[in-house]
C-alpha cells in the first residue's frame, strides 16, 4: 500500500473572510417573497427570526464578508480541516484518477455544520438572544448547534425528524451532553406538530415539519431565535471556509480538480465546497465538472420543479424559489437523514438553472456499498450522507478507467459515520433497501404549490 498523503494548512492559513457568490452572479437570485402579500421581503420582515447581522449577510452582494475574530478563535479547534488523497481507493479501483477528498469530520460535533453553528451563534449572542431553537435530520445539525450553543451560553432547543431520533440515539446523546434539549418531530408541543399528528398519529416526521415547529416557537418568543443548519444564503456563505481551503491544499499537492463533488440535502456541505469552484467557472470560464448528488428517495434537483414554494410543512416561512418536491412532501425514512428534505437552497438551485452545476441521485444500498469500500481502503467510516459523494467519485473514477483518462476528482466528506452504526449494522444483516418515493404524494404536492405571479 502507498502512505496516505494529508495537505494540511496551518492555523494562520483559516480563511479571514466567508466568500459570497451573490457577488459574482451572472443573473440575481429571485426575490424572496412574503407568504402573507406575495411580495418581496425586506429586513424587518426577518427579524423575529434572526439577528440582524445574519439577516444583513443573507441579503448581501458584497463578495467577501470578513469571519469575526472569535469565531475564528474557535475555528481553530478544527480548522483548516486536512485534505487527503485517497491514494488506496484509487488502487482498489485500479483507475489512473486521481481522488482527493476534503475531511470535515474532524470538528468536534464530526460534521461541517459547526462552520455555520459558531457564526449563527456568536450573532446571536452578540444581540442579547438568550435561546435558539432549530430543526435537524440526522443529528448532524442539531449537534453542531448543542456545540455551538455551549460556547456562548446560550440554550439551544433541538427538533429532530422523527424517524432519525428514533434510529439514531447516540446523536441526541451528544445533543444532551452539550446541554440542549432534543424533541422527537412532530410533537405535541407546538401547533405545527399537533397538526401533523391529527393527520397522522404516526408520521415519521421530516425537516419541513421540524422547521415548523421550530420556527413557531421562536416568533412566540422575544428572547428566542431561530437558527437554521442548510438551505439559507447566510448557512451557505459560512460554508465556503471548506472550498477556500481545499483550493489552497489543491495547490499544494499541485493539482486543480477537474470534477468537484458534495452530497446534496438543502445545500450546505455542497456549497461550501464547491462556490468558490463555482466562482472560477463564472470567472475565469474553468471547465470544472461540479456534481451535486441527493437521494434517489428525495429527488430535489433532479426530479423536483423550479418554483416558489415553502420552506416548511406549516407554511410559516417566506416563499423562495428554489428546486422543490413540494412542502408538503414527505420523503421514505432512509438513513442519510440529513438529506431528506423537499427543497434545495435557493442558490444552489439558482446555479443549476444557470448550467453551472450538474446533479444526480443514488438510490441507499448504493451508497453504502460505496461508504464500505471507501472504510475499508481510506480508514474513515462515512455519514450516510457523505456515501452519496463516495459513491459519485466512485463512478467518476471508473468511467477515468475505462476511458484512460487521469482525472482529478475532489469531494466533501462533510462528516464521520460514528453515531450512524446503526444503518451499517442494518446494511451488512440486510435489512436495509431501497426505498421509493411515493409518485402519488408527489404529484399531489407539486399539484398544491402555492401560485406566485412573480413566476
Known amino acids: 500500500m502507498t502512505n496516505t498523503k494529508k495537505y494540511v494548512l496551518g492555523e494562520d492559513r483559516i480563511p479571514k473572510a ?11 437570485l429571485p426575490a424572496v417573497l412574503h407568504p402573507g402579500t406575495g411580495q418581496p421581503i425586506g429586513p424587518g420582515d426577518l427579524a423575529p427570526l434572526f439577528p440582524m447581522a445574519v439577516i444583513m449577510q443573507e441579503v448581501s452582494t458584497e463578495r467577501w464578508i470578513e469571519i469575526p475574530d472569535p469565531v475564528r478563535e474557535i ?19 485500479d483507475t489512473p484518477a486521481r481522488i482527493f477528498f476534503k475531511y470535515e469530520g474532524v470538528s468536534p460535533a464530526g460534521s461541517h455544520k459547526p462552520n455555520t453553528a459558531v457564526a449563527q451563534a456568536f450573532y446571536n449572542k452578540q444581540e442579547g438572544v438568550k435561546r435558539l431553537t432549530t430543526e435537524t435530520g440526522a443529528g448532524q445539525w442539531g449537534s453542531s448547534l448543542a456545540f455551538a450553543g455551549s460556547l456562548f451560553g446560550l440554550e439551544v432547543e433541538v427538533y429532530m425528524v422523527k424517524v432519525s431520533f428514533d434510529q439514531k440515539p447516540y446523536r441526541r446523546a451528544l445533543m444532551e451532553t452539550y446541554g440542549a434539549t432534543c424533541i422527537a418531530s412532530p410533537s405535541n408541543l407546538t401547533a405545527s406538530g399537533r397538526a401533523i399528528l391529527e393527520q397522522n398519529p404516526n408520521s415519521s416526521g421530516s425537516l419541513g415539519i421540524a422547521i415548523s415547529e421550530a ?8 428572547d428566542t431565535k431561530y437558527s437554521l443548519g442548510s438551505v439559507l444564503n447566510h448557512v451557505l456563505l459560512h460554508q465556503t471556509v471548506i472550498g477556500l481551503e481545499a483550493q489552497e491544499q489543491m495547490a499544494m499537492a499541485g493539482f486543480a480538480p477537474d470534477i468537484v463533488i458534495g452530497c446534496a440535502g438543502g445545500g450546505s456541505n455542497f456549497a461550501g465546497l464547491a462556490f468558490p469552484y463555482v466562482r472560477d467557472k463564472i470567472k475565469s470560464k474553468s471547465k470544472t465538472r461540479i456534481i451535486a448528488v441527493e437521494p434517489a428517495s428525495c429527488p430535489t434537483l433532479t426530479r423536483g420543479r423550479y418554483a416558489y414554494d415553502f420552506g416548511d410543512t406549516g407554511h410559516l416561512t417566506p416563499l423562495v424559489k428554489m428546486h422543490t418536491l413540494g412542502s408538503t412532501f414527505v420523503p421514505s425514512p432512509i438513513h442519510a437523514g440529513g438529506l431528506r428534505y423537499h427543497g434545495m437552497a435557493p442558490m444552489v438551485s439558482h446555479i443549476k438553472e444557470l448550467g453551472l452545476i ?3 441521485a443514488y438510490a441507499q444500498l448504493e451508497c453504502f456499498a460505496a461508504a464500505v469500500q471507501f472504510a475499508r481502503c481510506e480508514g474513515i467510516v462515512p455519514a450516510p450522507e457523505s456515501s452519496h459523494a463516495i459513491k459519485a467519485a466512485v463512478d467518476e473514477a471508473l468511467r477515468c478507467k475505462r476511458e484512460g483518462k487521469a482525472e482529478t476528482i475532489l469531494f466533501n466528506l462533510s462528516g464521520h459515520g460514528h453515531f450512524d452504526m446503526g444503518a451499517y449494522i442494518a446494511y451488512f444483516a440486510g435489512q436495509l ?5 411515493d409518485q402519488g404524494a408527489l404529484d399531489d404536492a407539486l399539484a398544491h404549490l402555492p401560485q406566485v405571479a412573480a413566476e
Not at 18 to 28: E, F, G, R, T, V
Not at 215 to 222: Q, Y
Request: a negative charge; charged letters at 30%.
Open 18 to 28: 466567508w466568500y459570497n457568490i451573490a457577488a459574482d452572479l451572472p443573473s440575481p
Open 75 to 93: 475555528y481553530r479547534m478544527w480548522r483548516p480541516a486536512p485534505l487527503i488523497r485517497a491514494e488506496h481507493l484509487e488502487k482498489a479501483l
Open 215 to 222: 420556527v413557531e416557537l421562536a416568533a412566540g418568543r422575544d
Open 358 to 360: 450538474e446533479a444526480r
Open 433 to 437: 433497501q431501497d426505498e421509493p418515493y
